[in-house]
């Protein structure tokens, strides 16, 4: 998983708290993007322009990666905050961008992106409750009720996160849990198919993937049984050493079968196997899906630009590299359309 680093080098800026004066390379200035209109709407947001960089206020930084930051912005005429990440080109950011374009509302969904000549831009909708992570003692098989619906919907797309944990399930205002950071998704991954790339977090990674195997889509129903097992028991263990579940009064445990042919969620019915277990006996899907159900606890945001705790003044990263293949990023740009 990329991890959160402070040690990168912040690029000056005569105004941080606006995303108009960050000071960029004289290379970055952007040009007028031609837009894709391919793509689902994220919902309630109407976009009437393709979006630029001077489109946004910045307030803050909401967290630091490896690759960039994730960025607060308030855009200057719909007056809505988004989270904007910023990133070094490479060619996982084309992969990012298309596997958040598709709109679900246990996803936190696509709903511009943009370049310079160095940087991508992803507007993403911003979910100000923060994540699993933080509100642990919270969780509940709400939130995994909400991740099934969202990974049956990746999955569906032929799309595998490969990177489930707490920190990657955040909360809207709402309450209701969202799946974050495609960072390292990948496409084309339906029933049956496979790849082998080594990626993901330690702590929920499943042992095929260790191994150097080639895997299917089942590695995320791996990673949802560490992360259940997380909100139940209130800890994470390396899951490769020890068998997890075996003192808890579930059988859920199947969606930690070693054997990924075997375990919860690996058959061709997918998450549909899953809502069906005994777990989820009192969840009403339809209800779920709908979001009519009462979250178990409403996030308290004292205002639009609260973020409990940022992470520093709002500026870009200069990337490591600066011989980018520009190709790769040529249909890019994109903005969603079709709102209300």
Known sequence: SVGLSDS????????????????????????????????????????????????????????????????????????????????????????????????????????????????????????????????????????????????????KHEIIHRDIKLANIVLDQDGYARITDFGICKEGIGYGARTRTVCGTLEYVAPEILRGRSYTRSVDWWSFGVLLYTMLVGKVRLVYIIKLFENLDTDINILLDRNPVLRLGAGRNGASDVKKHLFFRETNWKKMKARKVRPPFIPTIQGPEDTGTPCGDPVLTPPRRRHITQEYFEDFDWTAEGAE
């Open 8 to 155: 990168e080098p912040a690029m000056e800026t005569t105004n941080p708290s606006n995303l108009e004066n960050v000071v960029v390379p004289a290379e970055e200035i952007s040009i007028e993007p031609e837009v894709s209109t391919e793509g689902n709407m994220a919902a309630s947001i109407s976009v009437d322009a393709p979006m630029s960089l001077q489109d946004f206020r910045c307030c803050s930084v909401l967290a630091r990666g490896e690759f960039g930051k994730v960025l607060l912005s308030e855009h200057l005429k719909m007056k809505r905050m988004f989270a904007i990440k910023a990133m070094e080109k490479d060619i996982q950011t084309v992969t990012e961008e298309l596997a958040s374009q598709t709109h679900h509302p246990f996803l936190v969904n696509l709903v511009a992106s943009f370049q310079s000549n160095l940087h991508v831009f992803l507007v993403m909708e911003y979910a100000a409750g923060g994540d699993l992570k933080s509100h642990l003692m919270k969780a509940s098989g709400f939130y995994a009720a909400c991740v099934v619906l969202g990974l049956k919907f990746l999955h």
